[in-house]
């Protein structure tokens, strides 16, 4: 009789596909070529942590082996998401009889690994798939890949720039490089024309519209008429007039905009597409920039991390890459058709979409202990004072302070504010006191930094997909919420896809040591996390492991596998000087007390391993 899959308990059906399902023996598993994944060539991710595990590392400090927590990367995964983005576009191009092509570049802030920028220039290849940068270290990294890409790859200079940076780009430009440069505010095009005129290389320059299109939720925070970044059409319009006095509007080539990251709905793709084409038809017709070749449509390609496919939270998106495609390919070509100028290269900046399914977190168990209860907040008493608060409205703006005016507003701002999160801790509780008393909730101690591994959770609730990676053939009887290892109450994750406030788990018990470990994946953590994490109690990066298909009956390879800053690294980063600040001064005083030799080997490991606890031998939990 086979065993049953518990898979779809975490929805892996609805954010997993095409990459991820459940194999045979419940493990988790890869399906590194999406939906062209042969029967047998799925990848148990299980298999790939032990083989992982048993790697020895030579370092300069003698053989090691890895420490937990690790990233594993396929980077199969990687290029097939490249491979179906531009599938999609050459799509949508072949049966609109859009007259043009689509050339996308990457955003290297997205996920500026070595290996990840490198494995998209070189997927990308036959592409002319580019790079975008943000910054001069990201634009450094821009011109060294973008060596091996294929001539004409866009590498798409944005935001804001000072002399160096702009003097940087045209010094990519002389390199045989197709730099852009894109200017978000209006003086940066005389820093452009002086570095011109310094260096003797003419620019392509483009423009950043500031669009009135809006996506509602946190990502569309920046943008609309009073956005962070690019000018509104009035403006454009004046930078070309600028341009065309100076007789350098051939130096005008690319419009860019970028409505928000996580596009919920292909209406809004569209309206933005349109609009956009709107003020590039306009500067090709109305004001002589007849030499413009490019709409580069920025990023917003979403992931659907809760699987719902709903494009209702900042957690969803209702279409896939398909939709996505054809919504700016027929924005752009009707609108142009109205106005009678060509089609121009479509381009985005698609590197959520493109980097987040090819890279998961494994996380180690080292014990789970049952939460307490809270004796006084029983549900029923909660859901009085939910009751209670709904009956207590704030006062109006026209009763707060005596009137109705801007200061009475405000006050009633905040009054709705404090009411409302009010409301939200006590449903929270609630919510999570109902599931405690249906089967108790267990903490699961993680070797984990919430802020190193997956500080978008922290920063701004970012949810991601959390599935145990074996034991997925028994059922989860553990309503688990997992808890780091810093020494900060914020380090927990107890807030899950689907509004859950627990995560179903295993128990921590004999079974578990029978499979080597209890680990669960964080999934779809490929964009931002490595970059913007932090090192609070300076707990750093995690292990790196490279895993690359090797033919049929799920065979694999592990490429590389490179462990995450050692304690001496990260003390580093705070400015110390370890020898003298630390070692030596360490090495004195145990000497003094006579317990040097206890102490040297002691520091040594300190100093030469990853700051993450190592070898820990949890005590059973019974359950």
Not at 161 to 183: E, H, Q, T, W
Not at 290 to 317: E, K, P, W
Not at 462 to 487: A, W, Y
Request: aromatic fraction near 8%.
């Amino acid at each position: 009789m086979a065993k049953k899959n518990y898979g779809q308990v975490y929805n892996i059906l609805g954010w997993g596909d095409p990459y991820f399902t459940v194999n045979s023996h419940g493990h988790l598993a890869v399906k590194p070529h999406g939906r062209d994944t042969m029967s047998g060539q799925e990848l148990d991710v299980h298999s790939v942590i032990h083989k992982a595990l048993a790697t020895t590392i030579t370092t300069n400090d003698g053989d090691k082996k890895p420490q937990f927590p690790m990233i594993l990367r396929f980077p199969d995964v990687l290029k097939n998401r490249l491979d179906s983005l531009h599938a999609a576009f050459h799509g949508a191009v072949e049966s609109t009889g859009y007259a043009s092509r689509y050339q996308g570049v990457f955003p290297i802030k997205v996920n500026q690994n070595k290996a990840v920028v490198q494995d998209l220039v070189t997927f990308g290849h036959g592409y002319s798939y580019g790079l975008e940068a943000g910054s001069k270290p990201e634009l450094l990294i821009a011109m060294s890949c973008l060596a091996k890409a294929k001539p004409g790859a866009y590498l798409v200079c944005n935001g804001y720039k000072d002399a160096d940076y702009v003097a940087l780009a045209l010094s990519a430009r002389a390199m045989g490089l197709n730099a852009i440069i894109v200017l978000e505010m209006e003086e940066e095009l005389d820093i452009v024309v002086e570095q011109s005129a310094r260096l003797g290389v003419e620019p392509v320059i483009g423009v950043r519209a500031k669009l009135l299109t809006k996506i509602p939720g946190h990502f569309g925070s920046t943008a609309g008429k009073h956005g962070k970044f690019g000018m509104l059409a009035d403006k454009i319009y004046e930078v070309a007039g600028k341009l065309k006095k100076m007789g350098k509007l051939h130096w005008l080539k690319l419009l860019h905009y970028h409505v928000g990251s996580m596009i919920p709905t292909t209406d809004i793709v569209y309206n933005a597409a349109a609009e956009a084409a709107g003020i590039y038809c306009a500067l090709v017709k109305e004001h002589g920039a007849t030499g413009m070749t490019t709409l580069d449509c920025g990023g917003g390609l979403g992931v659907d991390y809760d699987g719902t496919r709903s494009g209702s939270s900042d957690m969803s998106v209702a279409y896939g890459l398909e939709q996505y495609a054809s919504s700016i390919v027929q924005a752009v070509r009707l609108t142009c058709d109205d106005n009678g100028v060509p089609h121009p290269v479509l381009c985005t900046e698609s590197g959520r979409a493109m980097a987040s399914h090819h890279s998961m977190i494994i996380l180690e168990a080292l014990s789970a202990i049952p939460e307490p209860q809270d004796e006084e907040d029983t549900h029923h008493r909660l859901l009085s004072k939910i009751q209670d608060l709904s009956s207590k409205q704030p006062r109006t703006a026209h009763t707060v302070n005596g009137g109705g005016g801007v200061d009475a507003m405000h006050s009633h701002a905040v009054e709705l504010k404090k009411h409302g999160i009010e409301m939200y801790k006590l449903a929270k509780k609630l919510s999570k006191r109902v599931t405690g008393d249906a089967n108790g909730i267990y903490n699961y101690h993680m070797n984990l930094s919430v802020f190193s591994l997956v500080p978008d959770f922290w920063g701004i609730g970012q949810l991601f997909p959390m599935m145990p990676v074996s034991r997925l053939n028994e059922k989860p009887t553990i309503n688990g919420t997992l808890v780091d290892i810093t020494c900060d109450s914020d380090g927990k994750v107890e807030k899950f896809i689907r509004d859950a406030v627990t995560l179903p788990l295993h128990p921590l018990d004999d079974a578990a040591a029978e499979h080597g470990g209890y680990y669960v994946a964080a999934l779809l953590s490929g964009a931002y996390q490595e970059a913007l994490a932090c090192k609070h109690n300076l707990f750093s990066g995690p292990t790196l492991v490279r895993v690359e298909s090797a033919g049929g009956g799920g065979a694999f390879k592990i490429v590389s596998v490179e462990l995450g800053p050692t304690s001496e690294e990260v003390i580093g980063t705070m400015r110390y000087d370890v020898k003298n600040d630390i070692s030596d001064v360490i090495e004195k005083v145990a000497t003094e007390n006579g317990v040097w030799p206890m102490v040297e080997p002691l520091m040594k490991k300190g100093l030469t391993t990853m700051p993450y606890l190592n070898d820990y031998k949890p005590p059973k939990t019974t359950f």
